[in-house]
């Protein structure tokens, strides 16, 4: 249960709880399933507070400073957290369905089994956040820093990852069903396994990307850049590559018929290990297909 006079504090004083924290920094408040439905708390500090199986549904936590604070099991669904500071928090199993984390800082935060469906985390900060299994169903990803972060299984069905920061994170079984990934950047990427299915990744930036086993059954890749690829005994069901720059990709194993290749220019990939239509094949052997621009 929280501290009772800390409670008070920040329910009664919230304009006087930062000048506390301030005077009295070693005091570390305890607000353990606190009841703090709807409260106006932009801007507080509560780094470090512990706030476990807190209720701070439809809280306005706006620039608030949430560092290294403790919120596992909290409940904090349409919780505004606009720009609110939350390296390191932990969010293990915290309830932020549809909550705004627009251009927050979540920077090592520990989000395993988080629920964020259709969260906006627009423009957030989660490099080498831990959020293996949370739910990303319809989340707003668009021009978020995901590099080097945890995401293995989970479930980013028609999640919006435009322009999105996927530099060496790691997303092996991953559910992406629909996802909208156009202009993403996916340096070093392991996508091992993970699920595409009709996701779009038009124009998207796949720099020596590990997409073996995966199923990109009916994806978009049009005009996307492929350089050092590993699609090895990748799922290629109607998948289109129209347009798309193909460089030392490793398909060894994979299936190519019943894709869209039109195109494509191919730059030294070596396509003997694949199975392909002889115009694909002929493509490749092209003497251009030898030279990069």
């Not at 990934?181 to 020596?208: D, I, K, P, R, W």
């Not at 990748?234 to 798309?244: D, E, N, P």
Request: hydrophobic share 45%; net charge negative; with cysteine.
């Amino acid at each position: 249960m929280a501290i009772a006079q800390h409670l008070a504090r920040l329910q009664h004083h919230p304009a006087a709880w930062n000048d506390w924290r301030v005077q009295y920094p070693q005091v570390q408040p305890d607000l353990t399933d606190a009841h703090l439905v709807g409260r106006y708390l932009a801007g507080v500090n509560l780094a470090g507070v512990t706030l476990s199986h807190a209720d701070l549904s439809h809280a306005n936590l706006q620039q608030a400073n949430l560092e290294r604070a403790v919120l596992s099991n909290a409940r904090l669904p349409f919780a505004n957290l606009t720009d609110a500071q939350l390296q390191e928090a932990e969010l293990v199993a915290a309830d932020l369905f549809a909550a705004t984390l627009a251009g927050a800082d979540l920077e090592n935060a520990n989000l395993i089994g988080a629920d964020l469906r259709q969260t906006n985390l627009s423009g957030a900060q989660l490099r080498q956040a831990n959020l293996i299994g949370t739910n990303l169903f319809r989340a707003n990803l668009k021009q978020a820093d995901l590099s080097l972060a945890q995401l293995e299984q989970a479930r980013l069905n028609q999640a919006m990852l435009f322009g999105a920061l996927l530099n060496q994170t790691n997303l092996s079984k991953a559910i992406l069903h629909e996802a909208e990934c156009g202009g993403a950047y996916c340096h070093q990427t392991n996508l091992q396994q993970a699920s595409l299915q009709g996701a779009h990744f038009v124009g998207a930036h796949l720099f020596e990307a590990d997409l073996s086993g995966a199923d990109l059954s009916s994806a978009d890749f049009r005009w996307a850049r492929f350089y050092r690829v590993n699609l090895q005994g990748a799922k290629l069901s109607q998948t289109c590559f129209r347009g798309a720059w193909m460089s030392q990709v490793n398909l060894t194993g994979t299936y190519l018929r019943g894709s869209d290749w039109s195109e494509v220019t191919w730059r030294k990939t070596d396509l003997s290990g694949a199975i392909a239509p002889d115009d694909i094949l002929d493509q490749a052997r092209s003497p251009d297909a030898d030279d990069f621009k």
